[in-house]
């Protein structure tokens, strides 16, 4: 089983920053991408970015403003968001897809932390 723990969330005026933070822990043999999803009410869940072996992929919509990197030696993955607009707002989740000896991959997701834009 894999645990993730998300932080960092929480209320921001237009135009600022926040950066989100999420470990993972438990019965991992190997992480093979990392990423970062938002849902707002009503919505289907979207990615936001993900990273894979040092490679990174973000939604159109944050490309320039968003920079998600990752801490291999603690399971960790961080998405640093700037010049934050009110369509921001959504809860954001962790998501990571490892491996286990003796299974095939799979994937976990965090409790999920709440990002609000507003003045």
């Known amino acids: 089983q894999v645990q993730l723990v998300e932080s960092g969330g929480g209320l921001v005026q237009p135009g600022g920053s926040l950066r989100l933070s999420c470990a993972a822990s438990g019965n991992i043999f190997s992480i093979l991408q990392m990423g970062w999803y938002r849902q707002t009410p009503g919505k289907q869940r979207e990615r936001v970015a993900t990273i894979s072996s040092g490679s990174t992929d973000y939604a159109d919509s944050v490309k320039g403003r968003f920079t998600i990197s990752r801490d291999n030696a603690k399971n960790a993955v961080y998405l640093q968001m700037n010049s934050l607009k009110p369509e921001d707002t959504a809860v954001y989740y962790c998501?990571?897809?490892?491996?286990?000896?003796?299974?095939?991959?799979?994937?976990?997701w965090g409790q999920g932390t709440q990002v609000t834009v507003s003045s």
């Open positions: 998501n990571v897809y490892f491996t286990t000896i003796g299974a095939p991959p799979s994937d976990s």
